[in-house]
């Protein structure tokens, strides 16, 4: 079982929710934590904007053991409405900085023989979400990215978390609350746990809460049941 204890990790979006829960878990535990984001959160951290691309965070962080690629932006609203530009925005930050990041930092691992990255995907990216439709196409993607990652690369960990509501600024940073009753939005904290229990025992994807794996099997297994159940129930 790979002990987060002594790692070296570097965690994306560690200014706010969940990136920042999970640093924090990571450095109870004794990690080495690097955190980067667009805002300076201390000494160990970076400035980086990943509209922008990653080079600098690149050199800055060295080599790490575990990257936790977690920076993300939403967006909810028909897309037929979608400003100009937005579609981009959204895949350059949630996904292309993200691999960017992850092929950068690869090579160390594989040439050390030991690593691990974790991608946090969402529960959209498992299965559709209406209104959500290019924020759940850019977390389909790194899943997807994973499941392929996974099967050429033997000697490094790779990780999906999909987290579902979660009680963050993500909402309000999008500018469209969240105002469905259920599911109720939980703590950031309990995706970070479950986050580092999954590198420890080196899970391939977990859901946070862990029933939500079942309405994302059943899409798997039964699209069709599944998308009239959304259509009745949201
Ligand atoms: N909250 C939920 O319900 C939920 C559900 C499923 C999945 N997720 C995913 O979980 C991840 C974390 O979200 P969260 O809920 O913790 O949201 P959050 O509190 O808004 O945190 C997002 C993080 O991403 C960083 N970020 C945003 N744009 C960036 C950019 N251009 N360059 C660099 N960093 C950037 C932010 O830092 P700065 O603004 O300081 O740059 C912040 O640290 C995201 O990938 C999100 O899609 C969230």
């Known amino acids: 079982m790979p002990a987060v ?13 969940i990136g920042a829960a999970t640093a924090d878990v990571l450095a109870a535990k004794g990690a080495t934590v690097l955190r980067t984001s667009r805002t300076i959160t201390g000494p160990s951290s970076f400035a980086c904007d990943f509209a ?14 575990l990257l936790v690629l977690n920076a993300g932006l939403g967006h909810a609203g028909p897309f037929a409405d979608m400003a ?46 209406a209104d959500e439709a290019v924020y759940s196409a850019t977390k389909a993607a790194l899943r997807s990215f994973a499941d392929a990652l996974r099967l ?14 979660i009680d963050t600024p993500f909402f309000e940073r999008r500018g469209t609350p969240y105002t469905r009753r259920r599911p109720r939005p939980i703590p950031p904290v309990d995706v970070a746990e479950a986050l580092v229990a999954a590198v420890e025992h080196n899970r391939t994807e977990i ?19 599944v998308r009239v159940l959304q259509r009745r129930f949201g």
């Open 52 to 65: 922008v691309g990653v080079d600098p965070l690149v050199s800055w962080a060295g080599d790490v053991d």
């Open 207 to 225: 859901f946070v809460p862990s029933w939500l794996r079942f309405p994302a099997r059943l899409n798997g297994a039964i699209p069709g049941v």
């Open 5 to 17: 204890t002594g790692m070296r990790a570097l965690v994306t979006g560690a200014s706010s929710g």
């Open 152 to 165: 050429e690369v033997r000697s490094v960990g790779v990780t999906v978390v999909h987290p579902g509501v």
């Open 84 to 129: 100009p530009g937005k579609i981009a925005e959204l895949f350059t930050v949630n996904v292309v900085a993200q691999l960017e990041l992850a092929r950068a930092l690869l090579p160390g691992m594989i040439a050390r023989g030991r690593g691990h990255i974790v991608l946090v995907s969402s529960i959209a990216g498992a299965m559709g979400v």
